[in-house]
């Protein structure tokens, strides 16, 4: 079969690599670089260059079957990484971090804080009891409320982890279905003190294993090049380009995000409309930096992720990538989400814009409808938005498409969310 692939990321990728020996395959992509969320930037520091990572950065030895077999099947080293977490409080010395006793009370008045005393017991409670309080039909911020979890817990200990972990809007966390949040940090040993995954970077910058990916690739891939319009006419589709007009091919597969591909289809069913217009993407600013202003005022209190407290909207954390990449350098390179304004210009290297999925009660609903669309028509949908939006979930969503493709599977095989 000819099968237009729209957009290369890890979605596109994995659909492309695994049907490229059966089919014809043209991978449109919009931007000039393959790879969507995985983002490398080669960074000249004297006579160092380093590969830094400002999309994709981490993944594990547990929740990453399939990506971690992809790297396996390439070859592409990886390292382990650090994943400790850090909460500071813009223009005042609030900090502590999880990774040692010293980062937790990094602000010695902390020892005296009655309300920072009862944050870290309602930590241990929240471990204790969310799962077994799991409730389908709640949201996670009425579970909150009604399990009495204390206002300093969920501003300064859930919110800004949830936010954090999902690129987020605090508030939109509280809208996020109880049981996706919760089971997600179950699936990630979130729950827990000790039984952690073993978290892992790609050694030279997660890019490397798209070029190993590539340089295996036979096929056409067209980048720089945005598909404006499909059309789909009888047992035809047609992809229209500005660069190459139209083409036409026997299936398409839709590895863009849930609004976008809406957005390309020139006439959606009405199945399409309601699903994909139900998974909503929201805009963030990433900046690629050497501003330590933005961690925490305390060293004692710097972790991999750096969340701040303040009046921003939008998610307002600070990676260090000094330590997620172990990069060996007497700067200190950091990638901030949406506070650009902050940041001495002087000290900025890169600003991007990227698009997260918006997980609430109706997207997590809209992802059991997949097989109602994906299939149908001659027509593909995969990407992270399907399942929690991380890069294993790119790759699950990408085989359960060459599934349906290659056995004509109508359903998933590989489960859209994990749920155990
Ligand atoms: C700052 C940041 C940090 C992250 N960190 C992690 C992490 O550490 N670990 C993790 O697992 N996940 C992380 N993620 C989540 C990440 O989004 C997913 O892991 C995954 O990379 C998303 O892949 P995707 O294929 O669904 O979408 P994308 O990677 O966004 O790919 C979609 C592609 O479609 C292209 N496209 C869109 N419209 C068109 C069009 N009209 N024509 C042609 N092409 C088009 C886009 O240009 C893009 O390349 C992070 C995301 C961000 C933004």
Known sequence: MKIAIIGAGISGLVAAHKLKENHQVVLYEANDHIGGHTHTHEIHDGERTHPVDT???????????????????????YQKTKMGFSVNQQGSQFAYAGTS????????????????????????????????DLDEQQSFGDYLLRANYSQYFIERYILPMGAAIWSSDPQMILDMPMQFFVRFFHNHGLLTVTQQPQWYVISQGSKSYVDALMAQYNQRVV???????????????????????????????????????????????????????????????????????????QTRAWA???????????????????????????????????????????????????????????????????????????????????????????VVSALNVVRQIENGAKHAELPLRRVS
């Open 55 to 77: 999309g994709f950065i981490v993944f594990n030895d547990r929740t990453y079957p399939n990506f971690l077999s992809l790297l396996n099947e390439l070859n592409v080293p």
């Open 101 to 132: 006793l010293n980062a937790l009370f990094a602000d010695r008045r902390n020892l005296f804080s009655w309300p920072f005393w009862r944050m870290l017991r309602d930590i241990l409670r929240f471990n204790r009891h969310a799962l077994v």
């Open 223 to 297: 980048t720089g090049t945005p598909v404006r319009t499909v059309y789909r006419e009888s047992a035809k589709i047609q992809v229209l380009t500005e660069k190459y007009g139209k083409e036409s091919f026997d299936k398409v597969i839709f590895a863009c995000h849930s609004d976008q591909a809406l957005r390309l289809l020139a006439h959606p069913t009405e199945e399409e409309q309601t699903t994909l217009g139900a998974i909503p993407y929201q805009e963030n600013t990433a900046i690629l930096h050497t501003d330590t202003s933005l961690l925490p005022q």
């Open 304 to 394: 991999a992720w750096n969340y701040q407290l303040n009046d921003i909207q939008g998610a307002t954390l600070t990676y260090n990538m000094n330590i997620l990449q172990s990069l060996n350098s007497n700067k200190t390179y950091c990638v901030t989400l949406n506070q650009l304004d902050r940041i001495n210009p002087e000290k900025v290297i890169k600003v991007i814009q990227y698009d997260h999925p918006v997980f609430n009660e109706r997207s997590v609903s809209a992802q059991q409808r997949w097989s109602e669309i994906s299939g149908k028509h001659h027509t593909h949908y995969c990407g992270a938005y399907w399942r929690w939006g991380f890069h294993e979930d790119g």
